[in-house]
């Protein structure tokens, strides 16, 4: 690891500032300084942003806000966000494992970096470590990559999986920067690689996130998150569906999915949610309807699976979203 | 005298020193004026280190040595085998030439003042090489696979070649047939204590503070690599935080430790990152294994043959049992084996728990389970049909053989009649539960050992003996077997482990370590109480230390193995496939159990790492330069917590009074072997697809 100097803030104010001048924000710090001590990571200078006051979890309205530094073992144990948005307490603990969900932030877990075991290899090429490297994982192993939103530069799949519910669910965040506050849609966040795979979100300097606010809607509580993966915890998703649907009178009348562990970013599917509408919820329904994500998916040598496992996965976390989790 | 200790469920004798952190492993043997070592590793597949960039790296901050093969002393490197070492070619001598034979190999080690500084100046280091393609994959058509040399003999412990009656042609005569390919993926050992040495020199005289289960081999292999003599180096390791096998040969790491203590006059500690325990440290080999059995339509086994290879580094020729067990577990004129080595650029595979039988099994209960189907017999009654009077292989009477009664009691525990023979027919809601279950089988080891026992004025006991212990309770066991043999309560007998100036012992490994230390602790406990007997009570200690071996008449004439039997039932997402195995349980024959509950624990750990190897283990090299890419623990998937559901483990009453005098034969591998070919003789039942490749993962099974 290389040395590094920590400092403790007290305002949002003094966060902001430090940050303005290249400091780099820690919270749980369970990527952050995993990252570090393999070298992948190298900032000079840390902010300890735990002390400030952004852990809140409160209910406004039907909406859901989420403070940046709430953990996530607490988000998904609070009793409101258990009973009125299930989607993103079952996101949350189907992630990581119980020690690192009682130290990761849900504002850090948005900027949680790329798995790509290359990714963290000095001795591989690799063009979001080192821009303009290569990409050893293209024509290397790439079972866990993604088959949408890639480029020739880069194929890592984002790997957070409540990013997928906040996606589904057009949540929004709230940051704070040198020049005020603006909010956007979560999904606003997330770049695709591209040819400039290193630049990985769109915040600007020194922007703090503050908050993330879920809006509720009639789906809310008609929403699941289905994470396939070999083992039953501590692993990334091969595929994962955050589906909800609101269902009145026989058909779907409004219906929100994202997927994880096959693009870029956290990939909404608009197209599907548009072929559910109006339609009764039945399993034929949503085979027709998942069929859609597969729309300009490029599978590379060693996720082909993927292209057989992401429609099912929606098929059944729709089919999911009608029981009780 | 006796007080019945052995058979107690004794808790550990050492569980408290371990939850209270009072247990110290090799790394906590810091030592004054310690300083740390850090490997550089090579980053190519094959070829040569053409430079290295030293001088910036000496001059960083605490640097205090940077070693590579152009300043490293020459190693006398005498030879020196032990059994646990491949029995052709020769250990890995490192920093003593430019060569780069695999990726991952010591190229160079740092020392610093400081763990941090070593680090950082060892990821500074800059090496150039030139380097090839090197070959990883056993299934590339350039590997050749060779005859293992030490296989050649007839008689030798692992032929390569045997064969009884006329296997081929019984096969191709068979009414009923199946042939099919296996293949099992390279594992790494993971255990959660990595490898670790402190080595300190004092003149002439070395002291390693080292992970190892084979302290006294430890001791004179690094005594042959320095050219000093075997006494004037000292391992020490009285506690081992699992190894499952990577600890039993000596790694380079320890030589890298010990040189760079010399090089810089002080105590240097050297722990191997997780990543660099997929390096130098050993795995179990990846192997491809055809299996192919004939029968008669009423389920009567008429041949097997069975071709296994498996891979090994360029170096040496890695052995382990994979055809051994086909050659007894069934009746059947007609065998042929046929084993083979596939030379890769690879460090050399090691033993990994049920080596070589895990494997082997695998092949063999998979395709027995296949016959099952073909012939519509239910698989145990196609095994009891196959059941041998004697070891045809060996053409011995089996010492004693539990493997029925192991059947009868698991099917029934387990509730095997609840099962519909259909493959696809049982369901519970929308998920297919399948049912499956293998024999299992392990060799009943026994070394020659050695012990002494010392009674104190007090009434109490000393025992010593340079085993080890790496988790199975090896400390409470042998207490048990000492108290009850000297007629004392356990609190009063105090065993000590894991020196190399102890009376020696064989490996820990090999599941021998109860018959034959235990055999030998029996017998110093009945020497010294003889001795006291002879001596007129003076107030002083009376000493004796004592050997064990296996009556070699009884060896000659008894064919020696524990059996078992494991039943598992798994559930398979139709819709997305994932595979969750829901309860398993196994029935073991091991002649006597001396503590139930350490027993258990054991059988419940291997059945965990059999499961971790049907369902999630392995290493995967990528081919263009043979780097592991999975080198992690979030990467190489084993089952956590949520993974591991119901494991039952049960013991037939078995008495065997040829294996030793204490009745036992081994456990630690047994409880491995057969729970990878149950699962997945459950997951054909579940699913209909049959998967002959492990480990079995979702993309396997996701279109049936
Ligand atoms: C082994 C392992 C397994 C994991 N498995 C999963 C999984 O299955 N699913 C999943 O979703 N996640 C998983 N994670 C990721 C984990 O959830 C994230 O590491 C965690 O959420 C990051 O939060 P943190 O508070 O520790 O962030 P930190 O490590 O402190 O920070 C991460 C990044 O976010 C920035 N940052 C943090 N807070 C703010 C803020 N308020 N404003 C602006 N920038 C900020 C930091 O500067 C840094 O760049 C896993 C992690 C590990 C190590
Ligand atoms: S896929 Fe992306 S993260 Fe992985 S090696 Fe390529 S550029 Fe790097």
């Known amino acids: 690891m290389l040395p590094f100097t920590l400092e403790k803030v007290t305002s949002v104010q003094a966060a902001i500032a430090a940050a303005s001048s290249g400091r780099r924000f820690i919270a749980g710090g369970t990527t952050l300084i995993d990252l570090m001590r393999e070298e992948v990571e190298r900032p000079e200078h840390l902010v300890d ?13 039907s909406d859901l806000v989420i403070g940046a530094l709430a953990r996530m073992a607490d988000i998904a144990a609070h009793s409101d966000v258990q009973r009125l948005h299930p989607l993103v307490a079952e996101s949350l603990i189907e992630g990581a494992s119980p020690q690192l969900r009682n130290m990761a932030s849900i504002g850090g877990n948005l900027l949680q970096r790329v798995r790509c075991p290359y990714f963290r290899m000095h001795d591989a090429p690799c063009n979001k470590r080192t821009p303009n490297s290569g990409c050893a994982a293209i024509d290397g192993l790439n079972a866990g990559h993604a088959i949408l939103g890639t480029s020739n530069h880069c194929a890592a799949t984002h790997p957070s999986d409540v990013a997928v519910a906040l996606v589904a669910l057009d949540a929004t965040m709230q940051v704070r920067g040198p020049r005020g506050e603006r909010s956007f849609p979560v999904e606003e966040l997330f770049r695709l690689p591209g040819d400039t795979p290193h630049l990985e979100h769109t915040l600007l300097p020194g922007e703090l996130i503050l908050a993330v606010r879920v809006p509720g809607g009639p789906y809310s509580r008609r929403a699941r998150y289905l994470k396939v993966r070999d083992r039953a915890s501590y692993e990334f998703a091969l595929v994962s569906a955050a589906a909800a649907l609101e269902v009145g009178d026989g058909v779907i009348r409004q219906a929100r999915l994202a997927v994880g562990g096959v693009g870029t ?25 998942a069929r859609l994500a597969l729309e300009g998916a490029r599978p590379l040598s060693g996720n082909h699976y993927k292209l057989e496992l992401l429609p099912r996965t929606i098929v059944r976390a729709l089919e999911m979203t009608g029981e009780a989790a | 005298m006796t007080t019945n200790v052995i058979g107690n469920p004794l808790p550990r004798v050492d569980g408290r020193a371990k939850v209270t952190g009072a247990a110290r492993y090799a790394a906590d043997f810091n030592q004054s004026g310690q300083v740390y070592a850090v490997i550089v590793a090579a980053t190519v597949g094959l070829g040569r280190v053409t430079g290295i960039e030293t001088a910036p790296v000496e001059k960083m901050p605490g640097v205090v040595a940077v070693i590579t093969h152009r300043n490293a002393p020459r190693l006398p490197y005498a030879p020196h085998k032990s059994y646990i070492d491949p029995a052709t070619g020769e250990r890995l001598h490192v920093l003593q030439d430019d060569q780069v034979r695999f990726y991952g190999q010591p190229v160079a080690i740092v020392v610093a003042d400081t763990l941090d500084q070593a680090e950082r100046a060892a990821a500074a280091l800059r090496i150039s090489y030139t380097a090839e393609r090197p070959l990883v994959d056993p299934a590339d058509p350039k590997a050749r696979p060779v005859v293992p040399e030490a296989g050649k003999q007839p008689d030798a412990r692992l032929p390569a070649d045997t064969a009884r009656g006329n296997a081929d042609r019984a096969l191709a005569d068979a009414p009923a047939k199946v042939d099919e390919i296996y293949e099992i993926a390279r594992e790494n050992h993971n255990p959660m204590e990595p490898h670790a040495t402190v080595a300190a020199w004092n003149g002439n005289r070395l002291t390693l503070w080292s992970k190892s289960q084979f302290v006294v081999n430890e001791q004179a292999e690094i005594a042959a690599v320095f050219g000093v003599p075997p006494e004037n180096v000292q391992v020490i390791c009285p506690f081992i935080g699992g190894a ?31 990543k660099q325990m997929f390096f130098t440290t050993g795995h179990r080999p990846r192997t491809l294994q055809r299996m192919a059995l004939g029968a008669t339509a009423d389920g009567k086994l008429t041949s097997i043959v069975h071709e296994g290879t498996g891979e090994t580094s360029r170096y040496e020729e890695f052995m382990e049992a994979l055809t051994s067990v086909t050659r007894f577990l069934y009746s059947t004129p007609n065998v042929r084996t046929r084993y083979r080595l596939l030379p890769l650029d690879i460090g050399t595979p090691n033993h990994m728990r049920g080596p070589g039988e895990a494997s082997g099994v695998f092949a063999l209960e998979c395709a027995v389970d296949e016959l099952s189907y073909k012939l519509g017999i239910d698989p145990i009654d196609l095994r009891r049909r196959n059941e041998p009077a004697i070891d045809e292989g060996e053409n011995k009477p089996f010492s004693s053989r539990s493997l029925m009664k192991c059947h009868d009691l698991a099917a029934e525990r387990f509730g095997w009649s609840r099962r519909s023979p259909q493959p696809r027919s049982m369901r519970d809601g929308r998920l297919l539960v399948g049912m499956g279950m293998a024999s299992a089988s392990y060799p009943a080891f026994h070394a020659p050992a050695n012990a002494r026992a010392r009674l104190l004025p007090d009434g109490a ?69 003889e001795e006291a007997a002879k001596r007129p009570r003076d107030g002083r200690p009376v000493e004796a230390t004592a050997s064990a071996q296996r009556d070699p008449d009884a060896a000659a004439r008894f064919s020696m193995h524990s059996f078992g039997a494991v039943f598992a039932e798994v559930a398979v997402d139709p819709d997305v496939g994932t595979i969750r195995l829901r309860r398993a349980v196994g029935a073991y024959g091991i ?29 995967v090299l990528d ?30 009453e078995e008495i065997d009074p040829h294996v030793n005098a204490l009745g036992v034969k081994g456990l630690g591998e047994i409880a491995l072997v057969g729970m990878a070919p149950a699962i997945a003789n459950a997951v054909f039942h579940a699913t209909g697809k049959r998967v002959r490749s492990l480990p079995i993962r979702i993309e396997d099974v996701l279109t049936v």
């Open chain 2, 461 to 529: 006991a000393e025992i010593e003996v340079a085993a080890s212990d790496m988790g199975p309770g090896t400390y409470t066991s042998m207490t048990q077997v000492a108290a009850e043999t000297l007629g004392l309560p356990v609190e009063r007998v105090r065993l000590s482990l894991g020196r190399s100036d102890y009376p020696p012992a064989p490996s820990h490994g090999g599941s021998w370590t109860m018959a034959s230390v235990g055999s030998a602790i029996r017998a110093a406990c009945i020497a010294v109480q």
């Open chain 2, 623 to 652: 081919p263009r330069d043979g780097r592991p890419v999975n080198a992690h623990m979030a990467d190489y998937l084993l089952p956590v917590n949520l993974d591991i559901p119901q494991l039952e483990a049960h013991f037939v």
């Open chain 2, 591 to 619: 002649g006597r159990v001396v503590n139930p509950r350490l027993a258990r624990s054991q059988c419940i750990g291997g059945m965990i790492g059999g499961m971790g190897m049907a369902l999630m283990e392995r290493t």
């Open chain 2, 244 to 274: 499952f096998g990577t600890s039993l040969r000596t790694w380079p790491h320890v030589t890298l430790a010990a040189m760079a203590a010399r090089q810089v006059g002080r105590p240097v500690k050297l722990v191997l990152t997780r």
């Open chain 1, 49 to 61: 942003i735990n002390t400030l006051p952004l852990s809140e979890i409160r209910i406004e309205g």
């Open chain 1, 265 to 289: 970013r956290p990939w909404r599917l608009r197209t599907v949610e548009k072929a559910l509408t109006g339609k009764a919820p039945d399993r034929k329904i949503f085979e027709t309807a």
